[in-house]
């Protein structure tokens, strides 16, 4: 976590600022975080402020600050140290806070009007892979960053307790890659396979950013929950019910005015929702068991 940097977004926040503990929102404006969804800082936040905005007016907060983290795990840092209200993780970045920090989920967001998706493993479209891993041994590999769900814990995991292997042995291995950049690696040549999920390939075909022929799907993970939502441990009660009472009461009309392509949503949720993902970090050895 040290090595991680978490960079704000906004020249207004002060230190004095980011040390206050969080009150409830008409009183000022509210802090949110959301992780990098997009392949750039600057795409992620476009994306994302007009659901943060809708969000704010209805929590009637007078403004609002936006924070885009430079990784997944880069929003347990700011969530542990009073920097945000509320934040947008991935369901491992949001268990490593959860772990450090004790933040809370408060809902899970619906992409295609569904609250899961699926870790994937692409590969070369050229490839013949009859047998998964074990077809594939000796091949270059390309994990996403640490701090990924499906592009590095739920491999990882499966490899350590399904597979039973050691995927920097078995293959050629690396890792710290964003998930649009695995798709395009594969798709160039540069790798022989890469991890990723459902939605993003499938966002990426959509876009036209990839070819549907141009990768192929080798290996679909069980159901994951999507990405949570979440406030910090110091939040107030009554702001994380009313956050949460906004959140699920957005329907999938306004979704379409406020949220990125094909997000339809949320659903209520709390920490139990991530149960196997907070299992699978403790498994590959990442985070401990809370005593």
Known sequence: MSRRTFLLQSAAIVAT????????????????????????MEDTKRA?????????????????????????AGLAVAMGSGQLDAAWMGPWGYVIANNAT??????????????TYH????????MDVSRFPD???????????LGSTSGWLIPTYYAARVWKIDPKAFWKYSEGAAHPANEIAVAAGQVDLATDYDRNR????????IKPDGTKVIWTSEPLPNDAF???????????????????SL????AKEVMPPRYTGFVSATHATYKMIEDAGIAVGRIKAKS
Not at 54 to 68: H, R, S
Not at 135 to 145: E, P, V
Not at 231 to 238: F, I, L
């Open 17 to 40: 600022t980011l040390a206050a503990p969080a009150v409830f929102a008409q009183q000022r404006k509210l802090r949110f975080g959301v992780g990098p969804f997009m392949p750039t």
């Open 48 to 72: 994302f402020t007009p659901l943060f905005s809708y969000i704010a007016k209805q929590m009637g907060a007078p403004d609002f600050e936006l924070a885009v983290s430079s990784d997944w």
């Open 102 to 115: 004790d933040c809370q989920a408060i809902a899970t967001v619906k992409y295609d009007d569904k609250p």
């Open 119 to 126: 870790a994937i493993i692409i590969g070369r479209p050229d």
């Open 135 to 145: 077809d594939t041994r000796g091949r270059s590999i390309s994990f996403a960053d």
């Open 202 to 209: 499938n966002a990426m075909i959509a876009a036209g950013r």
């Open 230 to 248: 979440a406030v910090p441990k110091s939040a107030p009660r009554e702001f994380a019910q009313k956050l949460q009472a906004v959140l699920t």
């Open 251 to 254: 329907t999938t009309e306004q």
